[in-house]
């Protein structure tokens, strides 16, 4: 655990090289697998509200996906991490595995974040068809992974980013944008997050504090959409479906 010019950083490892993986220090590995270990149960009962909350069908299936991508986006990034920290250098393929499904759940949490927007806001044919665009590329995304995983970093990184700005360009479309400054505020906290993504080794706790912008960033879409999603909606001709109790 030796920082810069040989002093010892119990926070921060030296910065990996090229075509290598980061190594955490023991504290970092601990912050990474808390960071998201302790939004599991809250992401759970969050996604039970928003599932109550629908107030037809539609609502009622767009908040099923997005709440499994929540809670499996959470669970798997935990998993990963505290695989890493309890057998790292040990049991590579089962850390590799890890790392693959916890990519995995990014890009299905990408896609489900974007859902209910495109699905439940109405829009011209833009917004009515870039939802299978953006589902689309993240199975391409998924795909990609297990040919390429951790060979072409900075594509992956571009790939995260485009596929999650892609849906804002439906957003001149909508006939409400009721809750869409919400979504660029989340956007906004993402690409923040970005940055120490990226700064492993120049940043202690790095991928940690990327870590809690996502927490931040899906508690932001996920209030917007709890408050301006679901219930009634004047503005969409869709028929009333109340569920029973």
Known sequence: MSGSCGVVNPYMNKRAAKNENYEPTYWEHIANTLTHGIVIIPS???SNHLVQRSYRDLQHHMMIIYGIATFTLFLMSTLYHLCEFLFRPDKKRLRYYLHITDRVAIYFFIAASSNPWLSLRHSDYLGKNLKWFVWFSAIFGICYQFKFHERFKTVE??????ISTIPFAAMATMNDRTGLPLMLLG?????????FFKMDGVIPFAHAIWHAHVVVGASIHTYAIYTVLLGPDKFNPFPNVDFPQ
């Open 44 to 46: 759970i009962l969050v």
């Open 157 to 162: 990184t571009c790939m995260y980013i485009v």
């Open 187 to 195: 956007g906004a906290v993402y690409a923040v997050g970005v940055i």
